[in-house]
């Protein structure tokens, strides 16, 4: 009988035998955890769906906003007209400028869409802890972003550009900036801004980390100041009062940033509790 009983429990040919209970659980668990398994197809499938997606929506934001171009166009506009004139030598220029203007500010404006379906993507492939700090990064980094390029083209740009086109004089000074020259200006004025506010973001990050304290910050605040003016003379054109529009906030964040790790970095232990 005893003999009868082992070969029943002996799995059959071909048939695997059963895993141990408690590993079938926590294999499950972690699926779980993973928000599923999926096949090299199946991923290459939500892939192209939200590719399809992302595109759409640019495609869709940017027809919106070159049939209505004259809001991101406004402060370039009152300072021109106040001025001068704009004024291009290519034929396709003057086209191509208004097309580069409304692909950019589509893309911006659909910032928040595009991280969403990166983060649809990626999230099922991450633990449930791992989810709980990648999301609100994403949230805060995009944010930051579009707060640093917001702050840049509606408010810094429109002063640097007064102060420089105040220069004009009728008599014989015209001012008559160049259609291409001007958005590569402001492109690139426009995405170092955005990283630029990254920095409390990254700054938060470190100081959780541990890798950083306000002990830190403090003592290397000069060579921060320094960095921070020759980044500000690299990503701007040789003048002064761009690098004054670039570097002043950066140091105004420089000294958010420490705030931030005062507040939320690791903090020096007492000798009282050292010892204990």
Same mark, same amino acid.
């Given at each position: 009988?005893?003999?009868?009983?082992?070969?029943?429990?002996?799995?059959?040919?071909?048939?695997?035998?059963?895993?141990?209970?408690?590993?079938?659980?926590?294999?499950?668990?972690?699926?779980?955890?993973?928000?599923?398994?999926?096949?090299?197809?199946?991923?290459?499938?939500?892939?192209?769906?939200?590719?399809?997606?992302?595109?759409?929506?640019?495609?869709?934001?940017?027809?919106?906003?070159?049939?209505?171009?004259?809001?991101?166009?406004?402060?370039?506009?009152?300072?021109?007209?106040?001025?001068?004139?704009?004024?291009?030598?290519?034929?396709?220029?003057?086209?191509?400028?208004?097309?580069?203007?409304?692909?950019?500010?589509?893309?911006?404006?659909?910032?928040?869409?595009?991280?969403?379906?990166?983060?649809?993507?990626?999230?099922?492939?991450?633990?449930?802890?791992?989810?709980?700090?990648?999301?609100?990064?994403?949230?805060?980094? &995009?944010? $930051? +972003?579009?707060?640093?390029?917001? @702050?840049?083209?509606?408010? /810094? #740009?429109?002063?640097?550009?007064?102060? %420089?086109?105040?220069?004009?004089?009728?008599?014989?000074?015209?001012?008559?900036?160049?259609?291409?020259? &001007?958005? $590569? +200006?402001?492109?690139?004025?426009? @995405?170092?801004?955005?990283? /630029? #506010?990254?920095?409390?973001?990254?700054? %938060?990050?470190?100081?959780?980390?541990?890798?950083?304290?306000?002990?830190?910050?403090?003592?290397?605040?000069?060579?921060?100041?320094?960095?921070?003016?020759?980044?500000?003379?690299?990503?701007?054109?040789?003048?002064?009062?761009?690098?004054?529009?670039?570097?002043?906030?950066?140091?105004?964040?420089?000294?958010?940033?420490?705030?931030?790790?005062?507040?939320?970095?690791?903090?020096?232990?007492?000798?009282?509790?050292?010892?204990?």
């Amino acid at each position: 009988m005893a003999d009868k009983e082992k070969t029943e429990a002996l799995p059959t040919d071909g048939e695997p035998a059963d895993k141990n209970p408690e590993e079938n659980q926590e294999a499950e668990k972690k699926g779980e955890e993973l928000g599923g398994r999926m096949t090299f197809i199946e991923h290459l499938e939500e892939l192209r769906q939200r590719i399809i997606i992302s595109l759409l929506t640019v495609a869709a934001t940017f027809l919106v906003i070159y049939s209505t171009e004259g809001y991101f166009m406004k402060p370039l506009r009152d300072v021109v007209k106040k001025y001068g004139s704009f004024q291009y030598t290519s034929m396709t220029e003057g086209f191509m400028f208004d097309v580069k203007i409304a692909l950019i500010s589509a893309i911006f404006v659909s910032i928040p869409m595009l991280f969403y379906q990166l983060w649809a993507f990626v999230a099922p492939g991450l633990y449930k802890k791992e989810r709980r700090y990648v999301g609100p990064f994403i949230i805060a980094s &995009t944010v $930051s +972003f579009a707060a640093g390029a917001a @702050f840049f083209y509606f408010l /810094v #740009f429109p002063l640097g550009a007064q102060f %420089f086109a105040s220069f004009a004089e009728s008599e014989w000074i015209q001012f008559n900036p160049k259609l291409s020259e &001007t958005f $590569s +200006f402001v492109v690139m004025m426009v @995405f170092a801004f955005g990283f /630029v #506010f990254e920095i409390p973001l990254i700054t %938060f990050i470190l100081a959780r980390l541990g890798i950083i304290n306000v002990g830190f910050l403090n003592k290397n605040r000069k060579y921060a100041v320094l960095i921070i003016f020759v980044l500000a003379a690299i990503f701007t054109p040789p003048d002064v009062v761009s690098q004054l529009l670039l570097a002043g906030p950066m140091w105004a964040l420089f000294e958010i940033s420490v705030l931030i790790t005062w507040i939320f970095g690791p903090r020096k232990k007492k000798p009282a509790e050292e010892a204990a």
